[in-house]
């Protein structure tokens, strides 16, 4: 069976003060409200044509590539031969993207979606500027290309977090990919996402 790895972004922070300042001041709690999850939604759509691996990473609200990639790696051992897609939103994207150029995944890659991913701290919100340990160079960009048989790359206009120019600047080294371009999805904090549904249908691989 077909596998996808999807995996949603979360935060970084500079030191412990601006981390204790987000749970102060930023994240809410609401018991009563509907917890709604485009992760789960796909994995809903897909459960007859794919394994799906929802892998929860380390401190992911005060996340560090060097503890997600022991956890990432520790998924290959149950790969299979199938196509495999990959999904990375946010910080998730930036994680793929840094891995993939850095590292040599250990099959070809079917697909590689990045939803909103970032590509560095320039034109991000104060509180969301600092990325650590997931910066990466793109110029290694190109290993990611040899991994990845397609690369869609999806970004909205009116994002508040992660600029238009991120996906611009990955268009410059990913000249091959396939740009979805949205004007009100924000940080695609939907629950349902059907054009990225309807791309791993469109090109799903026997």
Known sequence: MKQIIYIG????FRNEDDYCDAIQNSWTYDPFKEQKNRKNWIADQLKDEYQ???PDMPNRFNAKYKFWKIRFEKMFSYLNDEP??????????????KYLSENTFP????QLHLV???????????????LGDFLFDPAGLKNLEQQVDKIFMYQSKDDPIVRFSHVERYNAYLRNAILNIFDDR???????FPELLENIKKNNRF
């Open 9 to 12: 972004g979360w935060e970084v």
């Open 52 to 54: 799906i691996f929802l």
């Open 84 to 97: 495999l897609v990959m999904i990375g939103r946010s910080l998730w994207g930036i994680f793929l993207a």
């Open 107 to 110: 099959k070809k890659i079917s």
């Open 116 to 130: 909103a991913a970032c590509f560095d701290e320039k034109d991000m919100p104060p509180k969301d500027s600092y």
């Open 186 to 192: 924000g940080h695609f904090w939907q629950a349902e």
